[in-house]
């Protein structure tokens, strides 16, 4: 009996103490440790950022420089948002300057060493992570919204809902195994089981699973051929992201309706619908909402429009993003001039996420 009660007594023990651990371990919904002894190799340290992206690699690391382009990619696209990306080595700067150099403009984010280990400690030893490439992202408030692969769709999402206050680490892991079931149903054609899974994730916030309902949306179009059921779904979603003045989900559907590669036919009035609705949700100063309505009046030939209101975005861009924004203008007075669509290099993101889209002659 006094046995198996040392037993009881220690397992609780274990337990507490385990608990105990668990409570200082860094992980989902943590604060953001600060940043310290780093020593910058490339760019600085943003005081304020909207969203700031911690990403631990090495120059030897095969699996972190397939993910350079991509991370450079989202970075590029989101800056002018209040995006920053720190990229952290633990090496010396003998080894990372030079790759650096020889990467060029694929990798413009900031460059940091940690000689002294500081920022792995506070970082990837307290939260258990022993790979890289490995990032954390940090949301507004300094929390903690993301831990590990920058190479997965879920970093992706993470960041650019973070940019808009729209990510819920919590609910994105809840809504996970409902989006996969609905993507097996989808494989095997069983469309009203799929579309029902997709509502189940919408309804757990219409905010956060927008991509769910433009994912439903691409089914339709694409897979089912549900021409007439699809342009149901699309003007539902413009009502309800207008009524909710959401400036991002409008956005979102505009380009899906106008630039996505993965649709197959494109509702280009329905666009300008969107971005003109985007344009009323959104404050005053913003280039995104200029930017998108070129961008439709781009994929509908209009090429006076689409120059006139990319003009304006690249006169209301931040210093970092005017780049950008006037890169896209260039291709589009070029178009002007022509008289015809030429290859664009799209400021704003058309896939639903922050990789910039390209907008082949033909507009499709």
């Known amino acids: ?9 220690a397992s609780l023990v274990l337990a ?19 940043i310290d002894g780093l020593e910058f190799v490339q760019g600085e340290l943003v005081a304020t950022p909207k969203v700031r992206v911690v990403e631990f690699w090495a120059t ?26 720190i990229g952290i080595s633990d090496e010396t700067r003998e080894k990372v300057e030079p790759f650096i150099r020889k990467q060029g403009g694929r990798m413009s984010y900031t460059v940091a060493i940690d000689p002294e ?71 095997t054609r069983n469309f009203k089981d799929a579309y029902k899974r997709y509502d189940e994730v919408i309804a757990l916030s219409p905010s956060v699973f927008t991509d769910a309902a433009l994912e439903k949306y691409r089914v339709m179009v694409n897979d089912e051929r549900d021409t007439a059921g699809a342009n149901a779904l699309a003007n539902a979603l413009l009502r309800e992201f207008t009524e909710a003045s959401d400036a991002g989900a409008l956005r979102d559907l505009a380009n899906t309706l106008s630039t996505d590669p993965r649709v197959s036919v494109y509702d280009l009035d329905l666009a300008l619908r969107c971005a003109e ?24 030939g209009d090429f006076t429009k689409a120059v006139e209101n990319q003009r304006k975005a690249v006169r209301v861009a931040a210093p970092s993003a005017k780049g950008a924004f006037k890169s896209t203008l260039e291709s589009y007075e070029l178009a002007q001039k022509r008289g015809t669509k030429v290859p664009v290099t799209s400021s704003v993101p058309s896939k639903g996420d922050s990789t910039p889209a390209t907008v082949p002659a033909d507009g499709k």
């Not at 507490?16 to 600060?34: E, F, N, R």
């Not at 350079?68 to 209040?82: V, Y």
């Open 60 to 85: 030897w690391c095969g699996p972190c420089r397939q993910s350079i382009p991509h991370i450079n990619e989202l970075f590029q696209a989101n800056a002018g948002k209040g995006l920053e990306v």
């Open 16 to 34: 507490a103490a385990a608990a105990a651990q668990d409570d200082t371990k860094l992980k989902v919904g943590s604060d953001a440790p600060a």
């Open 117 to 187: 280990k500081k920022m792995s400690q506070a970082f990837m030893q307290a939260a258990g992570q022993n790979g890289i490439p490995c990032a954390f992202v940090i949301g507004q408030n300094n929390k903690i919204v993301y831990i590990g692969h920058p190479m997965k769709d879920e970093f992706v999402r993470a960041v650019k809902l973070s940019l808009e206050g729209r990510y819920d680490p919590v609910l994105s892991r809840k809504a996970e195994p409902i989006l996969e079931a609905a993507r097996r149903a989808v494989k």
């Open 277 to 300: 609705a985007m344009q009323k949700a959104s404050p005053g100063g913003d280039p995104w909402p200029m930017a998108t309505l070129a961008s439709v009046w781009y994929a509908k």
């Open 1 to 9: 009996m006094m046995m198996r009660a040392l037993s009881c007594f």
